[in-house]
Structures are given as structure tokens and as C-alpha cells.
């Protein structure tokens, strides 16, 4: 596995990275509330922090769901949490005229798990010569992930991340099979992110959106990190219970120094 350089740090290597932030930019308070506090944890820890939010959640389900404040003015709360926080930035895309726009502002692109197999989107968000993590869907297996990535490399890109997020398992349920972590890292060569959020996803649980079991999200990162896994996703939020999307799945701001800590001594430990 080649591990990726991202500012002063490698993805993928020696010591754990973090990609966490809410699900949607709800307000630029918020934002920047949750990224310095992560930040100052991430520090405390010597853990590599990639600030996580989406300007517009696209993949809803219902037409009533909360999206985001949209491109415009969610990359404006991001551009200046990077300058004023000097913090890698991260953020899904979801149309391909939406990847050099993004580019402008962030250091990884991300691909919606949904999304991962639409060849335009992933070849626009390849071309910006960012970094790309594509969030595996949860209708395919990890070695489907190689012909994805190789879209990537088409383009001269060989930075890629690939996110574990679950599989689907029946209706409304995702399961995780933790062998895609030696998969995806040994067999397919790519540092794999586990996305420990939405793992516990419950699709379509509240009938017009999703619910979650956020009481597994601890259980399934320090599983992650156990098998190998080299980076983890969080979705955090100073109150979860007031977000307005994903609040079921979602960390507290006041959690997460204890589940990162553990995490990062079980990664010293296996590595």
C-alpha cells in the first residue's frame, strides 16, 4: 500500500488520520466550532485531522430532507476554516461541473457511496489532480473497487483513497465485513478510510430518512483500526440531536476525544 502526502503528513502511514466534520454545512458557526475543537483533539493526540463537511447532500431521502447551504457559500465556510485553521479540507461532489469548483478549496474530493460508479463524476473529480476517495456503495464488494479506482488512474491520478461504509444487508440495514480492510490496503493497494458513521446507518429507518445505531460506532472503528485500517471518517456535531441531517448516526463534539484516543492507542498497538 502507498501511503499519500497531504501538506505536511501521509495518508496511510505511520500514524492514524481522521476525516470527521457534519454530515451537511448547516452554518458557518457550526463549522467552525466543530473543526477547532477537532483540530485541538486531533493535536492532543498526535492524530492527523482532515475536516469533513458537505456543501449539499444530494443522495436524500425525500425531497424534504436538509441538504446544505449549496456550493457557493458552503466552500466559502470551508475556504475560511482552511486559511484561519490551516486545516486539509474534505467534501463530497456530485455533479462533474462541481469537481474544479471544489478543487479551488479542498485537498480530497469525495465520491457519494451512491454515486461511486458514475465513470463522469469520477474522471472530473480525477482530473483536478486531487486527491480522490471514493466511498465504496453498499452494492458492491471490495474488489469491485479496483475497476473504480482504475477510472482514477486513467487520468494520471494515483491518489486514491477508498472508503468502507458498510454493506447492504436486507432493507434498512448495512453490514460491515472487515475483511475489505486488508482488501482494499493489501490486495487492492489503496489506504482504506472506514466510515464508522455511516456504518451504522439504518436506511430509510424513520420511513422519509434514515435512522441509525450510533451506540455501534465505537465498537465498529476500534474493530476497523484493530484489522488494519488506517484512516477513520466521523461525523460529529456539537449536538447531534438538534443536526438536521444524520443526527442519528453522528458523534458528539464531547465524545470524541475518548473514541479517537482509544482508536489511535489500538493503531499504535497493531502497528
Known amino acids: 500500500m502507498k501511503p499519500i502526502k497531504l501538506n505536511d503528513f501521509e495518508i496511510g502511514a505511520n500514524k492514524l488520520t481522521i476525516l470527521a466534520g457534519p454530515c451537511a454545512t448547516e452554518s458557518e458557526e457550526i463549522s467552525f466550532t466543530t473543526a477547532k475543537k477537532l483540530k485541538e483533539i486531533c493535536t492532543r493526540l498526535n492524530i492527523n485531522f482532515i475536516f469533513k463537511t458537505s456543501f449539499d447532500k444530494a443522495n436524500r431521502s425525500s425531497i424534504n430532507s436538509y441538504r446544505g447551504l449549496g456550493i457557493d457559500k458552503g466552500l466559502k465556510i470551508l475556504e475560511n476554516i482552511k486559511n484561519s485553521l490551516n486545516l486539509p479540507i474534505v467534501t463530497d461532489i456530485h455533479e462533474p461541473n462541481q469537481a474544479d469548483i471544489a478543487a479551488k478549496v479542498c485537498d ?56 468502507e461504509r458498510g454493506a447492504s444487508f436486507g432493507y434498512n440495514n448495512l453490514i460491515v465485513d472487515m475483511r475489505s480492510v486488508k482488501i482494499i490496503q493489501d490486495d487492492l493497494g489503496y489506504p482504506l478510510v472506514f466510515d464508522a458513521t455511516h456504518s451504522v446507518q439504518l436506511p430509510g429507518g424513520h420511513g422519509e430518512s434514515s435512522s441509525g445505531e450510533k451506540k455501534f460506532v465505537e465498537l465498529l472503528a476500534k474493530s476497523a483500526v484493530a484489522a488494519g485500517a488506517k484512516c477513520l471518517f466521523f461525523e460529529v456535531h456539537p449536538n447531534p440531536e438538534c443536526a438536521l441531517c444524520d443526527g442519528d448516526n453522528m458523534l458528539s463534539l464531547d465524545e470524541c476525544e475518548r473514541v479517537f484516543d482509544i482508536c489511535n492507542k489500538i493503531f499504535k498497538l497493531v502497528n
Not at 114 to 143: E, H, M, W
Request: one cysteine or more; aromatic letters at 6%; proline letters at 4%.
Open 108 to 163: 480530497i474530493i469525495q465520491i457519494p457511496a451512491f454515486l461511486c460508479r458514475q465513470t463522469d463524476l469520477v474522471v472530473a473529480a480525477a482530473k483536478t489532480g486531487k486527491i480522490v476517495n471514493i466511498k465504496k456503495g453498499q452494492f458492491l464488494s471490495p474488489y469491485q473497487m479496483k475497476s473504480i479506482a482504475s477510472k482514477v488512474l486513467s487520468c494520471n491520478n494515483d491518489k486514491i483513497l477508498i472508503t
